[in-house]
């Protein structure tokens, strides 16, 4: 029997979720259609991401998602503009709705609690006929009921026929429960026992009112969490310029294909990746690397869509469309993360599956309490408290403390310049307790540089010129390295003769005519040169982890040289930050030991490990891990082991592809300040996702008793229904609000000041 394979995975986007009990009734509901491997929904981003076996319609998720009391769209239908338009019509109508529960609430607030408030208002109340009055009530709390709360029943309503109440059950248990128990009092007294005819209008009507006032907050807070995605899209251009049957037309960018050749003028974004064919200009590629300096664009040089074109115009080969582009691959990286379900859910999950049966029990509990032990009128004392119960309970702060901290979260991330491609990394990176750092390309630029030139008694520029000409013939990595410096001088190279390798010495031609040698040592040697002179050098250059070797012209020795490969100017400060942060610091690298420790030293780095190979460097992580969690830092193909090995793969943007996709972070400007940015991130949004937990699960546990009366025996102590509905609404508030304070955060400071990484969204601010 042939097993089928995993398709990729799905988002849909879905609506009416209103807490943590909705998001496990849709994931069950999803769960049990035949075809699903796995399925995860967040309330944050109200989005369901579901992994289907091939040949599973999906028609089918949509249809037990809608089973289930919710609605979907496609994932061809959620375009940036119509889920906008979408989350605006829902807005406008909520807002609607809370305005007309507020109307028709506050004169029946006023009228009663200000007949216990201010005497003059209970006086004038005491004159006038109580069933007139209580009908002016019964109109103004049945209009806010089942106009506005009308809502609240229609899903509400089902899901309790189906024995699986949510949030919106609560609300119409409770508000229903205080305006039937009114109603009674109002039109059929007789049937309530003496001294139990209240009315509780008000509660009910303010329950409603309070609640929709919450959701409103909530919505224009949660509005403002998917703000660095937004700001990901809004990099994205509308419309190409393509060369088509010999003219240039204006294309929608879906439209645009590999292969196309597009056209760019000054002040143009760039519509999608590609190699540039003819012309030149300069681009601002701020939004990937965070250099505020514009980089020189010419024939054969890569660039990236969403990119801006500052001077020039230029035409270029799309090389990646749509999905392909880096911005897209982004901006997928970090929905996925935001959608990412962190270890610590799990405890909310489990919490969450009994939460609402077991409030209505505590509820059902307390009516019967207050009704068979409670002080007359015990009926009323019954209800008042179970109603408290009911709609203090909601579980909606609990289903928004984690994902909505993960939004933020990894949203200020991105727009930090890190990437988190799994989101499971943004709660392992906090216990971190080791820092691992490849060496080439990480700690260092990744190529080699003219580092040391120091002359004997031959003009500078001469000397400089004659060596690159010898070594301009060269394919060795270090010859390149000189005839760069050379012309990064404007020296002019002279053309060279008879050029000679000598394999394990080093190389010699006529240049210029001058007969030019450069090699090791020993290729002095063999030349008959004392390199004495350059002793003192040559030994200062080896503990700074550099190889000597030398340049002789027409016979005299004339320069010791030395060619490095440098440590980026961030490193320092990176490295200094990790130690503040308290972790400990080593290089795993290829290298030969005497140039790693000779950096190491340099940097501070607590542990070395040198000349190994891939597999060695997997060696040394596990050997590593016995200090506590590892995250491992590289960029190159041969990192890629190591990467996956750690408890943390963290990759630098401008390595291979490999690299990143090994990885579970990505450092998009490859920055390595980029590391102790992620770390601390990772601390404050687990943090953060503390704090909201605490008090979710601290106002239930705290306030359901009072809600039932506990404080009642001690104190005279009860909770309104209408105190618990505000309590209720402004505690998922408080969590979203509270998970908003990550796009305040600032990356650690080293000892040189303030520093902050490149941000992906801002191209206008490279630099704070």
């Not at 224009?220 to 990901?232: E, F, I, M, P, Y």
């Not at 596990?622 to 190159?636: E, H, I, S, T, Y």
Request: proline content about 6%; some cysteine.
């Amino acid at each position: 029997m042939t097993q089928m394979s995993p398709a990729p995975l799905q988002s849909l986007p879905v609506e009416g979720m209103t807490c943590a009990s909705c998001v496990r009734r849709v994931e069950k509901a999803i769960a049990a259609v035949p075809g699903v491997v796995s399925a995860t929904v967040n309330l944050a981003t109200e989005r369901a991401t579901v992994e289907l076996l091939a040949g599973t319609p999906l028609s089918s998720v949509e249809a037990a998602i809608r089973q289930a009391g919710y609605e979907t769209r496609r994932p061809d239908a959620a375009d940036p503009d119509a889920l906008r338009a979408a989350k605006d019509k829902e807005h406008a109508s909520l807002t609607r709705d809370f305005l007309i529960a507020a109307v028709f609430t506050l004169p029946l607030f006023i009228m009663e609690m200000g007949g216990h408030l201010i005497p003059a208002v209970g006086h004038w109340l005491h004159g006038v006929d109580r069933f007139k009055l209580h009908l002016l009530y019964f109109v103004l709390a049945t209009i806010v009921q089942f106009g506005p709360g009308l809502r609240f029943y229609r899903t509400g309503v089902p899901n309790l026929l189906k024995l699986a109440p949510d949030m919106n059950s609560l609300v119409v248990l409770g508000s229903t429960a205080a305006w039937g128990y009114s109603v009674a009092a109002t039109f059929w007294p007789a049937l309530l026992p003496e001294g139990t005819q209240n009315v509780y209008y008000e509660s009910s009507a303010v329950i409603v009112t309070l609640i929709l006032l919450g959701r409103l907050l909530e919505a224009r807070a949660r509005g403002r969490t998917g703000a660095a995605v937004a700001k990901l899209v809004g990099l994205q251009a509308k419309s190409a310029r393509v060369e088509r049957d010999g003219m240039t037309v204006e294309l929608p960018l879906d439209q645009v294909v590999v292969g196309d050749i597009v056209q760019v003028r000054p002040g143009d974004r760039l519509p999608v990746d590609g190699v540039v064919v003819a012309g030149s200009s300069f681009v601002d590629e701020a939004m990937i690397t965070g250099e505020p300096v514009p980089v020189a664009k010419a024939q054969g040089v890569e660039v990236v869509g969403g990119t801006i074109n500052k001077t020039g115009s230029f035409t270029y080969r799309a090389t990646k469309v749509g999905a392909d582009t880096l911005l897209a691959q982004i901006i997928r990286m970090v929905e996925q993360a935001q959608g990412a379900r962190l270890p610590i859910q799990a405890l909310v999950d489990r919490i969450t599956a009994w939460f609402v049966p077991a409030v209505m029990a505590v509820a059902g509990l307390t009516f019967l309490v207050w009704l068979l032990l409670g002080p007359q009128p015990a009926l009323a004392f019954g209800l008042v408290n179970a109603v408290a119960v009911l709609i203090i309970a909601c579980p909606c702060a609990m289903g928004l403390a984690t994902p909505t901290s993960i939004m933020v979260g990894t949203g200020r991330a991105a727009e930090l310049g890190v990437l988190f491609r799994r989101g499971e990394a943004l709660q392992a990176l906090r216990d971190v307790a080791v820092v691992a750092l490849d060496k080439t390309g990480t700690l260092t630029e990744g190529r080699p540089e003219l580092t040391d030139f120091e002359l004997h008694g031959v003009p500078p520029g001469d000397a400089l010129a004659l060596v690159a000409a010898v070594e301009n013939s060269s394919e060795h990595p270090i010859a390149a390295a000189i005839v760069s410096a050379a012309r990064a001088r404007g020296l002019a190279i002279p053309a060279v003769h008879g050029f000679e390798a000598i394999p394990g010495f080093g190389a010699r031609g006529l240049a210029g005519g001058h007969d030019v040698a450069v090699g090791a040592g020993r290729y002095m040697a063999k030349l008959g040169l004392d390199v004495s002179s350059f002793a003192a050098s040559a030994e200062r250059l080896g503990r700074q982890g550099k190889t000597p070797f030398y340049a002789a012209i027409d016979g005299k020795l004339a320069a010791i040289i030395a060619v490095a490969d440098p440590v980026k100017p961030t490193t320092p400060a990176a490295i200094a930050a990790l130690h503040a942060m308290g972790l400990k610091v080593a290089m795993i690298t290829g290298d030969n030991r005497r140039t790693a420790e000779a950096i190491a030293r340099t940097l501070g780095i607590d542990e070395v490990v040198a000349e190994v190979l891939p597999e060695g460097k997997v060696e040394a992580i596990a050997r590593l891990k016995a200090q506590g969690p590892v995250a491992f830092v590289g960029d190159g193909i041969n990192d890629a082991p190591a990467l996956a090995a750690a408890d943390t793969g963290i990759a630098i943007g401008t390595g291979t592809d490999i690299a990143i996709e090994s990885a579970d972070v990505v450092l998009m400007s490859g920055d390595l300040r980029g590391v102790p940015t992620a770390i601390g991130l990772s601390r404050a949004v687990v943090r953060n996702i503390k704090q909201n937990l605490f008090w979710a699960f601290a106002y239930n546990v705290l306030l359901i008793p009072v809600a039932a009366g506990a404080l009642y025996p001690v104190n005279g102590t009860l909770l309104s229904p209408m105190i618990g509905a505000g309590a209720m609404a402004l505690s998922s508030v408080f969590v979203v609000s509270n998970a908003l304070r990550l796009r305040r955060y600032r990356p650690t400071e080293d000892r040189a000041g303030a520093w902050q990484s490149a941000p992906l969204t801002s191209p206008a601010k490279a630099r704070t």
